[in-house]
């Protein structure tokens, strides 16, 4: 007999205990061969007259339910039977609703998705304060929306408004945070969650009905049409209508307000199935899916080195951001040095600003941001670093100071103390050349904000003219520190540009030409803004800063050949001290109010904006660069893998999650599409728009990517 994922034991004072706990897995997730098992614990449930409470609480030591399981609704082949599986859902969430007696959720760890929306369905909800408690309705974020009640029973239990934010941004909330808005009823220590369960448990049934529920269920139809206005304004600014998911979660709750729970239920569970169809959900879900596989990764053969303590070599923006991810999130202490104090106060300022920040929104205490800035110290000379297992470098980009810190490391530090470089366009290999343990020396690729970017790049070299390459170790050391600093990362080859940055650039330069045709700068960043991207392509060249591009550029150039040949607008950029936003005058202005065109910036370069190509037409032209220069990096080995590139599109540059990255996207379109698109544009705008082989290979052969 297969052991079952809910067990039921009882005691003395009446009060029943359901546990789940999903056999052979770390995490609870709820699968549709439970659907017997629940319904028979359901059934000796009501057949006992005994019972004055049900605690459901989770066997896992650090997870409640992280929802239902993702693989069983990719698996799912027609709408219907994923609609299906979303009625199991709501048929026995509302049977457990209907028990005469208390029902109580003890909740510690993740609660997400489905999970919440049993709890929802539970008559109280009691959670732990520990870190590890998260509750959230994720859906949105697979293109999906919640289809087990979800969307009918939070804006009835915390208001039309709460819940709308909660479900379009599928943000996990702590445990203080779920109280305050009424998803939670009670935060209590671990160590007391189920004997405060419990007694909640024996104290009478709560009744539904709150003042709050009657304003949501249309005490004032008005107010609400005005909340669900506005939600759907905040929405749309961010998706731009390419996520059918947000449109639907609106119609589905604004739907179960106006004609009740029953109707709600109904419409929920339709709506949820044909959305597991759709694209959009299977390109967000394929993200899951190779994160979390990617989470196992240890990006080489070898076992990571034991790592007690980081060293960074540079005090600037970069510097400030390393050290706050390694000291906070990885837990390691952390020794800055910079070539003067005021670089050192720089960076401490940046930890603390940052920290203060979670203080305020009490996300730590004073205590907790006192004890990790103690963790971050810094000086003007190598104090310290003999204790070093790693140096992350994040000085000027300029190869002979990098030369030089690689022979200041191997003097002051360890004999295997990594050498870890956060250069964006040197090679690796060059800046080894300087090692006599070049073994120890490998890219770790950073994007800026540190804190905030997910992604990245560990670049191994090949070996310099007297030594080896990268070590195993080595990369297996620095893909672990970059997970604990929570980071994805991935291995790319050490040509120039790496992966990220040579994808953007061609992407950027063909963005620079379109504004040199005369297109007005705010139609460009539309284009791409509404084809998915975050940011436009002008507005982040004004981001990143002109000088960093004019910088990069030519060494792309040097090293990749003509197709990267940068449009001439660096120079009279950089000569009118055109920086961007840190220099305050980029393309837009930087001292208004509102976001605002610098228009002088055209008669700078001699330009009388005019629309002439479509959004369209923009968006497609600058992202066919794009693609067509991944499909190289992944030919040529700079990528270990579609996926890789994939998420490093996305991770790194926020190429539209929805499309599920480059290659995701020229599956889905096609690749002989993709083949005559470039055809088509290698006519109308030249050959650096001309397939590569590996496309061209792949479209005779009707293969695929993935
Ligand atoms: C009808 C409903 O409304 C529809 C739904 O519920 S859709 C599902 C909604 N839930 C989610 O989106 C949550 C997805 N999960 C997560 O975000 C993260 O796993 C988490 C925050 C829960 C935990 O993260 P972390 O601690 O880093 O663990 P992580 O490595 O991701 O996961 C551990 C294991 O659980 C699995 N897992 C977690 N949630 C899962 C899910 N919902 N479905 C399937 N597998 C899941 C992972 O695949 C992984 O499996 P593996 O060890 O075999 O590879």
Redesign the pocket.
């Known amino acids: 007999m297969t052991q079952s994922a809910f067990s039921l034991s009882y005691k003395d004072n009446g009060v029943a205990w359901l546990k789940i706990d999903v056999p052979n897995e770390?995490?609870n997730?709820l699968q549709a061969e439970f659907s017997e098992q629940i319904t028979s614990v359901l059934a000796e449930l009501k057949a006992r007259s005994d019972i004055k409470g049900l605690v459901v609480y989770s066997g896992k030591p650090d997870?409640f339910v992280?929802?239902?399981?993702?693989?069983m609704?990719s698996a799912c082949e027609t709408a219907q039977e994923a609609q299906a599986l979303?009625k199991k859902?709501q048929v026995l969430f509302s049977q457990l609703e209907q028990l005469p007696f208390h029902v109580v959720a003890a909740i510690h760890g993740?609660c997400?998705?489905?999970g919440l929306?049993l709890a929802l369905s539970c008559h109280s909800r009691v959670c732990s304060d520990g870190d590890k408690t998260?509750l959230g309705l994720?859906?949105v974020?697979?293109g999906?929306l919640?289809?087990?009640g979800?969307t009918q029973r939070l804006p009835r239990l915390i208001g039309v408004a709460n819940a709308l934010d909660m479900i379009l941004s599928g943000k996990q909330l702590r445990a203080k945070k779920a109280v305050k808005l009424g998803v939670i009823d009670q935060v209590v220590p671990e160590s007391i969650l189920l004997n405060v369960a419990e007694q909640v448990a024996l104290s009478p049934k709560p009744s539904r009905k709150s003042s709050m529920q009657n304003w949501a269920l249309g005490g004032n139809p008005l107010g609400r049409s005005v909340v669900f206005d506005q939600a759907a304004k905040k929405a749309h600014e961010k998706t731009r209508g390419n996520y059918p998911a947000v449109d639907a979660i609106l119609e589905v709750v604004k739907y179960g307000l106006q004609h009740g729970m029953e109707k709600g239920l109904e419409q929920e569970a339709k709506v949820?199935g044909e959305l597991v169809m759709s694209p959009e959900s299977a390109a967000l879900r394929s993200i899951?899916f190779a994160t979390?596989a990617m989470?196992?990764e240890t990006g080489s053969e070898a076992e990571p080195l034991t790592v007690e303590r980081v060293a960074v070599l540079g005090g600037g923006l970069m510097g400030g951001g390393i050290s706050h991810v390694t000291a906070t999130k990885a837990g390691y202490p952390v020794r800055i040095k910079d070539i003067s104090n005021d670089g050192i106060q720089n960076a401490l300022a940046y930890n603390f600003k940052l920290l203060d920040k979670k203080r305020k929104r009490k996300i730590i205490s004073k205590a907790t941001l006192q004890k990790q800035m103690l963790t971050i110290t810094g000086g003007t000379d190598f104090t310290g670093f003999n204790q070093a297992d790693v140096v992350i470098e994040a000085v000027f980009e300029d190869l002979a100071l990098k030369h030089q810190m690689v022979k200041d490391v191997e003097e002051y530090a360890k004999s295997n103390t990594i050498f870890a470089t956060n250069t964006s366009s040197l090679p690796i290999n060059q800046i080894a050349q300087a090692a006599e343990r070049p073994e120890n020396v490998v890219g770790l690729h950073y994007f800026s904000p540190v804190e905030k970017m997910p992604l990245v790049e560990v670049i191994p070299h090949q070996g310099t003219e007297t030594g080896s390459g990268t070590s195993e170790e080595t990369i297996a050391t620095v893909v672990a520190l970059a997970k604990k600093q929570g980071k994805t990362p991935i291995v790319v080859g050490d040509k120039a540009g790496f992966y990220v940055n040579r994808i953007l650039a061609p992407y950027m330069n063909e963005a620079a030409r379109v504004l040199l045709s005369g297109e007005p700068i705010e139609h460009i960043d539309t284009a791409l803004l509404n084809f998915g991207f975050p940011v436009g392509p002008i507005t982040l060249l004004d981001e990143v800063g002109v000088d960093v591009g004019a910088k990069i550029s030519p060494i792309l150039l040097a090293e990749l050949g003509d197709r990267f040949e940068a449009p001439d607008v660096f120079d009279l950029l950089l000569k009118d001290d055109r920086k961007g936003r840190k220099s305050g005058k980029g393309f837009y202005r930087y001292n208004t109010k509102k976001k605002e065109v610098d228009k002088s910036v055209y008669k700078l370069l001699e330009l009388e904006p005019k629309i002439k190509e479509s959004e369209t037409e923009i968006a497609v032209r600058c992202s066919l660069m794009m693609l067509n220069e991944a499909v190289r990096c992944l030919d040529e080995g700079v990528i270990r893998s579609a996926r890789d590139g994939d998420i490093g599109a996305i991770f790194g540059i926020g190429f539209p999650p929805f499309l599920g990255g480059p290659f995701r996207y020229m599956d889905h379109i096609g690749i002989t599409r993709v083949v005559d698109m470039l055809n088509e544009y290698t006519d109308k705008y030249g050959d650096r728009f001309k397939p590569c082989e590996r496309l061209l290979d792949m479209a005779k052969e009707e293969k695929t990517f993935y």
Do not use: H, Y
Request: hydrophobic share 35%; charged share 25%; proline share 9%.
């Open positions: 770390k995490m997730t997870n992280a929802g239902a399981d993702i693989r609704l979303a859902g993740p997400l998705g489905g929306e998260r994720p859906e974020q697979l999906l919640p289809g087990s979800g949820f899951f979390t989470k196992k």
